[in-house]
């Protein structure tokens, strides 16, 4: 089947056509339309304007979307529309709601809503040397789940497709938030994720005095639970001591940033393994923007062979932890094929049930959808 999927939960709008078989899928389009530039000068999203940016670029990105799946495939009729209800901005998610409902109305064709957390961990699903096969489910059950991106940072435990735990999560700010923070202390521009890690490659730990040691903040709480926002507090107050006399200088802030993403790195690998060695995880699944970076990638893959080597690490590539729409279709997939979401918000615009299907900015994985 076809699915075409609209993705505008925070400040990306992506329109992915996906082409999924039983056992394969095939990307025939994938269209993000990122608007970092637009919020850089406010150093994080600023709702409403991202709101009409979405209004404004969801045609565009619709047209693009449905060229190239007309170049990579002679027949792109689309059996489905998907659209991400929450969690996210919720003047983002109502955009996409509205213009898939429109969409799906005009080609009287099923909407089915898609849940943003559960799309981050079954991007996945989108192919590489560690794809995950839908027929392994003996194999990668239970799961424990990582999802870190600029608005969540949650441990999920996965028992089967549809079926989630939260085991914890963040009490403040989320892990990408933090990233973002600091970035905008450092006036490094948002988002703050990529920044902090190029300027902390930079830095070499071997051939440097290392000074600077933020907290870890929970790392040893028993709970699964996160916090982030007193290592943003102690960056500022360490940069504010810092320049009382002089400014940074190029070395200090690669110091600041090394530490910085080390610390946040510290605390999801200690309470990821944990959660996966107390629920004998077969598996450990990471998803979400903040997957994309390097280290977190090196230090998680290390870590799980040394202390956990019967758990199977996945990790998306890069490029599907941040926001896309084939995440979305991968998602809607599978609840279109075990028929999760009641018939009749399938049958648009003959059933009724697509009514019920609105923005939810707080919507949660282990809740029901509709
Ligand atoms: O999943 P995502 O695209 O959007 C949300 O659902 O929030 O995640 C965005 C977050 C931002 O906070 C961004 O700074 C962070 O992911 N991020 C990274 C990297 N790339 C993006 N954080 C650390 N390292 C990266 N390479
Ligand atoms: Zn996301």
Redesign the pocket.
Known sequence: MKILAIET????TSIAILDIKKHRLEILSNIVSSQAKLHAKYGGVFPSLAKREHQKNLPLVLKKALQEARSASRRTKIDAIAVTIGP?LEPCLWTGINFAKELAEKLKKPLIPVN?IEA?ILANFVGGNSKLQITNSKKIFPAVCLV?????TQLILMKNFGKYEILGETRDD????C??KV?RILGLG?????V??AEAAKYNIQHTKYRIRLPRPMINTKDYDFSFSGLKTAVLYLVKNMTSKKRLNKKEIQEICFET?QA?IDVLIRKTLKAAKNHKAKSIIL??????????RKQFKEKVSKEIPYSKLYIPN?KF????AVMAAISASFHFKKKKTPKENLRFPTGQGWKKIVADANLRIDGKIL
């Open positions: 939960s925070c400040d990306d996210g943003h981050h870190v991106s600029g608005g969540h989320a892990a990408g938030e990233f973002d970035a948002y988002p703050g994720g990529p902090i890690a993403q946040i998803g979400g923007g903040v997957a994309a970076n390097k280290e977190l890069s932890c941040t926001d896309n």
